[in-house]
């Protein structure tokens, strides 16, 4: 069983950049598609982007595509979502997850990220 602990986000200006991460335990983490999700308050959670198991496929968002990219190194259990061009709307906090076939399963602890105008 993979277990995620997230690192990285806090407050940051509009328009500057943070880089999540999350790390995964357990041996099958290349496995697993992950992703970044996002729940501000008061709001549903959201989906922000995914990327398959072996990395060679990603997909966003609309409201990020072109601002945050989503990687993984396998190698170190790790996925990364850097951010750029923050917005205020992208305050939220934001969770790794772990899945297959689309369905996400495994999720990291969040993590708060604010992003002040």
């Known amino acids: 069983q993979v277990q995620l602990v997230q690192s990285g986000g806090g407050l940051v200006q509009a328009g500057g950049s943070l880089t999540l991460s999350c790390a995964a335990s357990?041996?099958?983490?290349?496995?697993?598609?992950m992703a970044w999700f996002r729940q501000a308050p008061g709001k549903e959670r959201e989906f922000v982007a995914t990327?398959?198991?072996?990395?060679?496929?990603?997909y966003y968002a609309d409201s990020v595509k072109g601002r945050f990219t989503i990687s993984r190194d396998n190698a170190k259990k790790t996925v990364y979502l850097q951010m750029n061009s923050l917005k205020p709307e992208d305050t939220a906090v934001y969770y790794c997850a772990a899945g297959v076939h689309g369905s996400y399963g495994i999720w990291g602890q969040g993590t708060q990220v604010t992003v002040s105008s």
């Open positions: 990327i398959s198991w072996s990395g060679g496929s990603t």
């Open positions: 357990g041996r099958t983490f290349s496995s697993y598609a």
